[in-house]
T-cell receptor
Framework: GQNIDQPTEMTATEGAIVQINCTYQTSGFNGLFWYQQHAGEAPTFLSYNVLDGLEEKGRFSSFLSRSKGYSYLLLKELQMKDSASYLCAAWGYQLIWGAGTKLIIKP | KAGVTQTPRYLIKTRGQQVTLSCSPISGHRSVSWYQQTPGQGLQFLFEYFSETQRNKGNFPGRFSGRQFSNSRSEMNVSTLELGDSALYLC?????????????????FGPGTRLTVL
């Protein structure tokens, strides 16, 4: 079957680091997307991983392990504006979306 | 480059009515995907159109249908509306779609249409 799981909600403190995990099971696999969605807005692209390993992009990094069907999004130096939902999506024969992780940042 | 546009932004209908939503993709993009988003369910894939052909379909009843025109604009229709159809409907465009293997394809989302069924 095909499914994708990520935690429903996480809370972190401003200035800290948080890791949002995503596990997936797909038919075929091309890559793994992460999107950010602020409340009331459309999702916007954050990262795309094809190969195993960590890709860093400023304060955000994304990791992929194809053999384990696992990815995580790492957010450093958290800011209040990072409060949003983070969606992972696995691209196999179709694009399968997770339900999203709502990240709450506290001062 | 103009982004993805969706009309209308907000819509209120009553049960049993039908509704048509419109999506204009980014210029040059040939793929349009439609999603339903509700608080508890996340993004649910409805269907994808590529060059006027439906290339993929999610697990939604036949009341949900769509089409794509030669200029890549797409419409989604929901007939016999039910209370459970209340949701944010998002469309996303990409250059070559997300069905099957191929080059990297970032999806660009429109602002969505908020449908409320009373």
């Amino acid at each position: 079957g095909q499914n994708i799981d990520q935690p429903t909600e996480m809370t972190a403190t401003e200035g800290a680091i948080v890791q949002i995990n995503c596990t997936y099971q797909t038919s075929g696999f091309n890559g793994l997307f992460w999107y950010q969605q602020h409340a009331g807005e459309a999702p916007t692209f954050l990262s795309y991983n094809v190969l195993d390993g960590l890709e860093e992009k400023g304060r955000f990094s994304s990791f992929l392990s194809r053999s384990k069907g696992y990815s995580y999004l790492l957010l450093k130096e958290l800011q209040m504006k990072d409060s949003a939902s983070y969606l992972c999506a696995a691209w196999g024969y179709q694009l399968i979306w997770g339900a999203g992780t709502k990240l709450i940042i506290k001062p | 480059k103009a982004g993805v546009t969706q009309t209308p932004r907000y819509l209120i209908k009553t049960r049993g009515q039908q509704v048509t939503l419109s999506c204009s993709p980014i210029s040059g993009h040939r793929s349009v995907s439609w999603y339903q988003q509700t608080p508890g369910q996340g993004l649910q894939f409805l269907f994808e159109y590529f060059s006027e052909t439906q290339r993929n379909k999610g697990n939604f009843p036949g009341r949900f249908s769509g089409r794509q025109f030669s200029n890549s604009r797409s419409e989604m229709n929901v007939s016999t509306l039910e209370l459970g159809d209340s949701a944010l409907y998002l469309c996303a465009s990409s250059s070559s779609g997300t069905s099957g293997s191929g080059p990297y394809n970032e999806q660009f989302f429109g602002p969505g249409t908020r449908l409320t069924v009373l």
